[in-house]
């Protein structure tokens, strides 16, 4: 009874210890784009978050130092309240998208025109 107790009480604490899911994605900013229209996509981007009850906020992060073969690339990090929450959100988003005709759906076809992503990681936040 005391390792269960122990055991829940660990799981409860490693639970609270995460704040948030990361979700980061990281780009290579496409000829005929500048960072100006990545950072209005993201802010269109949040803003169709919001609307629709999304619970996703996204940030693009632009390295300040950087190898020289890198030039070009920035980062994209979203914010879930945790890796369990993240994964229907990301599933919604993207049937979104497969309907052609959303503000979702949009908002990927223009994101097309000016990354490509090169990776993705996720990570738990403290």
């Not at 996509?41 to 940030?59: C, R, W």
Request: hydrophobic content about 35%; charged content about 25%.
């Amino acid at each position: 009874m005391k390792k269960l107790m122990l055991t829940i009480l660990f799981l409860s604490l490693s639970t609270l210890a995460f704040s948030g899911y990361k979700d980061v994605v990281k780009m290579k900013l496409s000829d005929g784009c500048s960072m100006q229209d990545i950072v209005e996509l993201k802010d269109n981007f949040n803003s169709i978050m919001k609307k629709n009850g999304y619970d996703y906020n996204a940030e693009i992060w632009m390295p300040t130092f950087y190898p020289e073969e890198t030039a070009g690339h920035f980062y994209w990090v979203g914010t879930a309240p945790d890796l369990a929450d993240f994964g229907p959100e990301f599933t919604r988003y993207f049937n979104e998208v497969s309907k052609g005709s959303t503000p979702e759906a949009k908002l990927e076809n223009d994101f097309n025109k000016c990354r490509t992503e090169v990776s993705r990681s996720g990570f738990q936040a403290q």
